[in-house]
Every structure is written in structure tokens, then in C-alpha cells.
């Protein structure tokens, strides 16, 4: 019935499109609502799909902004993708709210060694074998010609931050899917959180560097005032928003459109005055984590009111996944995508030999670091528009390779996650110890059907 629906939607939306004026006041919009309501149904459908045959739901919500946007069925169009970027800023900013409200420092306390070594060897180390192997590959890359060896080095080590970007949104929606909790579950997330702020620094000093080896004039104290009002200026309204959150669920009630409300504004308003939504929502979700008592009430408030929000960012996501890009440059970005998750899972495995992790995390830490999703796609924008004389295929390698591990890497990660035996075992309100039992005492069962 699911299928039946897909294909009648899909012939609606044709037909809808069919009738909609190519131009004129106020089409644009019409056809952006229309285009926004077809990814919410065709998404939600697909996930169902996908969830019986085994597969994440985000994976379905993908599959289906794939297959209805532009570069297959069309009934997306690029304008339409371009206008709905606003769930990607509202979807971080909840996901990144979640997140941080998940860094209760004293359950994370046992894990803090694994999270540092894990983020040095991993992440740090993954991005030095991209960019060594993006050195050795220069011949499979025609934008790298004609540039002399530092630049070369310096172009390659942008695409290895580029390249290596995490994506705490996959590891929340696929938590949240398979109700996992545990030491590798929140090791994870807490390193992904942290990689994220890593690579942000990375690629802004790397952009730098890189610039000025090219000849572009680079000024090199408002580039460190400019990251200092991004990661400290985002830092303190995120704590004065959590506090304003915090305020609101203790004394009102409804606070679902508060939330997505507060994520709208953080996304819009933070963009234009060089906020990072993702530093904001997290500091404000550390915030009411570690100092207020109503965190269980967010994540509440969350679930209830984010879902579509979800939903709409994964299509979307997934309508401008760049498959011709993985056409031109197919091989070097699969190359460069097993380098990844090759970098990833033995960093994870040589973290665990200095931290002595909890065996789960050794065995399964390095899945959840591969996913890619909205800062991935957000870095290689920024590389596009930084290095705009390195053409069209440096954009399309770095699109491709994101594309590639949207697709693949959270069948993986939900792999992981049900082999580790941490799923369903989450519990409001309790946080787990380093075994995965509940520090109130009562341990989660096993979920049946789990490896």
C-alpha cells in the first residue's frame, strides 16, 4: 500500500507541476510549499519501507529526496531544494540541542580518555591520510595541475578537512531510531559533537594558509577575530538561550513550537550576524543538562515536535545529493571514501590501546564517526566558493564523496549499533554507566531480534 501511495503521490506531483506557471509573483513559493509537502510524505513513506526490509528510515527519507529531485524523477527542481535549506540550519540546530543536551559531564567522565585519544587518532589521523592520499592521487585530479608542490599540499590538506567532516545529526536519528544507549553510543556522539568544533578550526585555518599560497591576500588577525566571534560569541547566546528554554519549560507548558521555534531563530538569525547554530544550539543544550533539571522535559518536547522537521532535512538532503558529480569523479571518490572509513575504524581500534575503552567501543566506536551530512555538505560549499579557480571537478570529488558516505555509511552505523547490543536499551531520565546498565539500578534488557 506504501508503494501504491508513493506512485500516486508521485503522479500527483506531476500533474501539479504540469499546471504550475513557469513564472509570475508568488509561483516560486507555491511551488516550494508543494515541493516541501511531497518530500514530507514521500519521506515518511519510505522510511516505513525502509525500516521493515532492515534498513535505517533515514536512509528511506534520502533514497526518496533522491529519487523525486532533480537528477532523477525532476519533481524537485534545484530552486526548490535552494529555498528549503532552511530545514538543514532548524534541523542542526535541534539535533545539535539534543545533542548537547546529552554531555551530562559526569556520566561522560569515565569515557572523557576515550573521547580525547579517539578524536586525535581518528579524526586527526584520518584527515593526515586524506590529505597524504589526495597528495599521492594528484594525477587522478586535473584541478591539482599546474600547482606547484606547496600548493598542492596545502589545496590537499583543505580537502582532508573537507573530506573528514563527522555528522552528529546521522549518529542522533539513528540513536533515537534503534533506542540505543551505552558507552559506544554516547562515546560517539560526544566525539563527533567534538570533531565537529575541530573541523570547523581546521578548515578555517587551512582555508587560510591555502589562500595565501595561491597569491590571495589574506589578513590574518581578522580571520582569528572572526573565528573568535563564531566559536565565543555562538558559546555565550547559547548558554543565554538555554537559559531562556530552561526558564520556559518549568513554568510553561507546550513547548514543542517553543522549541522549534527557538531553532528557527537560532538557524535564520544566527546565519546573519555569524553565528554557528551548531555551537549555539549545543552550549545551550550543555547548559540545561548540566545545570538545570529539566533536560528530560527537552528531549520530551524535542520528540514531539521535531520529527517533521527531520524528515524535511534528510530529503532535502537527499534531493541535492550530487549523483552526476559521482559519475565525473566516481573512482578517485571511492578511493577517498574507503581511505575514510579505513582512517576511522583502526584510529578507533589505536585510540582504544591508550584509553582501554569499554570492548563495545573498540569493537564498534569507529562506525559511528563515518556518516556525513549537513556540515560535510556545508564544508564542501565552502570549498567551492573559497577556491572557485579550481573548477568544477574539485567541487564535484567533494560532493561525490559526501554523497557516497549519506548513502552507505548509516546502514553501517545501524549495523554497528544493533551488533554492539546497545540498542534499545535508551532510558529517559537515567544515564548509562560504562557497562550500558542505568545508574538507578534497573538494567535494560537486550532487544529481541537483536544480534
Not at 545539535?96 to 556520566?107: D, K, P, Q, V
Request: net charge neutral.
Amino acid at each position: 500500500m506504501k508503494i501504491v501511495l508513493l506512485i500516486v503521490l508521485g503522479a500527483l506531483m506531476q500533474a501539479a507541476r504540469a499546471f504550475t506557471p513557469p513564472e509570475g509573483v508568488g509561483s516560486q513559493a507555491a511551488a516550494t510549499a508543494l515541493a516541501c509537502g511531497y518530500l514530507l510524505l514521500t519521506g515518511f513513506l519510505t522510511g516505513a519501507i525502509f525500516k521493515k526490509i532492515g534498513l535505517p528510515k533515514l536512509t528511506g527519507y534520502l533514497a526518496a529526496g533522491i529519487i523525486g529531485g532533480p537528477q532523477i524523477l525532476g519533481l524537485v527542481t534545484y530552486a526548490d531544494v535552494e529555498n528549503l535549506q532552511i530545514f538543514n540550519g532548524v534541523a542542526i540546530a535541534l539535533i545539535a540541542l539534543t545533542a548537547g543536551s546529552e554531555m551530562h559531564f559526569r556520566s561522560l567522565k569515565p569515557l572523557l580518555s576515550s573521547i580525547k585519544w579517539i578524536t586525535i587518532f581518528a579524526v586527526l589521523g584520518t584527515t593526515v591520510a586524506l590529505t597524504l592520499a589526495a597528495i599521492l592521487m594528484r594525477d587522478m585530479l586535473p584541478f591539482l595541475a599546474g600547482l606547484s608542490d606547496i600548493q598542492t599540499i596545502a589545496i590537499c590538506a583543505v580537502l582532508g578537512v573537507t573530506m573528514v567532516a563527522q555528522s552528529p545529526a546521522v549518529v542522533v536519528a539513528l540513536r533515537d531510531e534503534t533506542d540505543a544507549d551505552g558507552p559506544m553510543t554516547r562515546t560517539v556522539l560526544a566525539v563527533v559533537v567534538l570533531a565537529d568544533l575541530v573541523v570547523i578550526l581546521l578548515f578555517a585555518v587551512a582555508s587560510t594558509l591555502a589562500k595565501a599560497t595561491l597569491g590571495a591576500s589574506t589578513d590574518v588577525l581578522a580571520t582569528a577575530g572572526s573565528l573568535a566571534w563564531e566559536i565565543l560569541g555562538s558559546a555565550a547566546v547559547g548558554l543565554v538561550i538555554g537559559a531562556l528554554i530552561a526558564l520556559y519549560l518549568k513554568y510553561l507548558k507546550g513547548g514543542a513550537l517553543f522549541i522549534v521555534a527557538v531553532a528557527v531563530l537560532v538557524a535564520e538569525v544566527g546565519r546573519r550576524v555569524h553565528f554557528d547554530p551548531l555551537l549555539v544550539a549545543l552550549a545551550a543544550g550543555i547548559f540545561i543538562r548540566n545545570v538545570t533539571s529539566v533536560a528530560d522535559r527537552l528531549h520530551e518536547e524535542i520528540e514531539s515536535g521535531s520529527f517533521p522537521v527531520y524528515v524535511a532535512f534528510f530529503a532535502v538532503t537527499g534531493a541535492g545529493v550530487h549523483l552526476d558529480a559521482l559519475l565525473v569523479v566516481g573512482v578517485p571518490a571511492a578511493i577517498f571514501v574507503i581511505v575514510r572509513g579505513l582512517g576511522l575504524y583502526f584510529g578507533n581500534r589505536v585510540a582504544a590501546r591508550f584509553s582501554k575503552p569499554p570492548d563495545v567501543v573498540r569493537r564498534f566506536g569507529g562506525f559511528g564517526l563515518m556518516p556525513q551530512a549537513g556540515l560535510a555538505l556545508a564544508l564542501a560549499i565552502l570549498f567551492q566558493r573559497s577556491f572557485p579557480d579550481l573548477g568544477a571537478e574539485a567541487a564535484a570529488l567533494v560532493f561525490g564523496i559526501v554523497a557516497l558516505n549519506e548513502m552507505l555509511a548509516p546502514v553501517v552505523f545501524r549495523w554497528a549499533l544493533l551488533r554492539s547490543g546497545e540498542a534499545g536499551k535508551l532510558v529517559r531520565g537515567a544515564a548509562p554507566d560504562l557497562d550500558g546498565s542505568q545508574l538507578n539500578g534497573a538494567p535494560a534488557e537486550t532487544p529481541q531480534g537483536a544480534p
